[in-house]
């Protein structure tokens, strides 16, 4: 039998600890809690698989929280919760390192499916194949091929770079400020890097203007849709 998920939840709000300890207890995750960030960091060392955090706590800025949880656990998925819903927001707790970004009020379903898509880009880093699936999509990153299905797809060298990056990082939100820095050196505007994502669309999508694979995080950044299990056996038997 193999053993639980241990899930560090860091939260002010006793309700809130008791829906997820009660929601993620169904599904498997053994959940430890934390109501305040000196807390947090004792837990820590109990080395959770993920992370959630609650940015408003009464001690610590939760950013500040979660610059400390990426020195001391660069490779744990967190997941952030918060109040906040703005884009500013949304993009500094991203560009800390943070893997996804829930609003509060949540759906326990979304935020399920939120963990998983995190622990599924957590494998993709750890243990990353050389040929990435998804749907029709799949790109070979040690030949640098691309294909839709059977056919071939010519891509210019910055929109290979561009879906490498993505593929590497799939379920993931990439910011803009982070896409910018690993493409050029010298390009600081957004709409720079719109220009590249729509061709890569119109060469990948059946529909560019109704993408399946590289999604828009409105004012935040993009992602490339995490593949479902199924879609990765064919990459793992090759």
């Known amino acids: 039998m193999s053993t639980p998920l241990k899930v560090l939840v860091i939260d002010d709000e006793p309700p809130i600890r008791k829906l997820l300890r009660m929601g993620l ?9 934390a109501p305040d960030g000196v807390t947090a960091l004792e837990r820590l060392a109990e080395r959770p698989g993920l992370v959630i955090l609650d940015l408003g706590l009464p001690d ?3 950013l500040d ?3 400390t949880i990426r020195s001391r656990a660069p490779a744990v998925p967190v997941v952030v919760l918060s109040s906040r819903d703005d884009e500013a927001g949304k993009v500094q707790a991203l ?6 970004y829930v609003t509060k009020p949540f759906g326990m379903e979304e935020l399920l499916a939120r963990l998983r898509t995190a622990l599924r880009h957590q494998l993709q880093v750890q ?3 050389p040929v990435f699936r998804l749907g029709d999509l799949s790109v070979d990153l040690v030949r640098r091929l691309v294909k839709i299905g059977d056919r071939d797809v ?7 770079e561009l879906l490498r990056l993505l593929v590497q990082h799939a379920g993931k939100v990439l910011t803009h ?3 910018l820095g690993h493409l050029w050196d010298d390009y600081t505007d957004a709409q720079y890097l719109r220009v590249y994502v729509r061709q890569l669309r119109q060469k990948i999508e059946a529909d560019p203007e109704r993408p399946r694979y590289v999604l828009t995080e409105t ?6 849709r995490a593949p479902d299990p199924e879609e990765t056996r064919p990459a793992e038997r090759g």
């Open 25 to 33: 207890g169904t599904q498997g995750y053994d959940v430890i809690e």
């Open 60 to 62: 610590v800025a939760g």
């Open 65 to 67: 929280l979660l610059r």
């Open 95 to 100: 560009d800390l390192g943070a893997d996804d």
């Open 127 to 129: 243990g990353e194949r």
């Open 154 to 160: 010519k891509l210019s060298p910055k929109e290979y």
């Open 177 to 179: 400020k982070f896409l």
């Open 219 to 224: 004012g935040v950044g993009y992602r490339l």
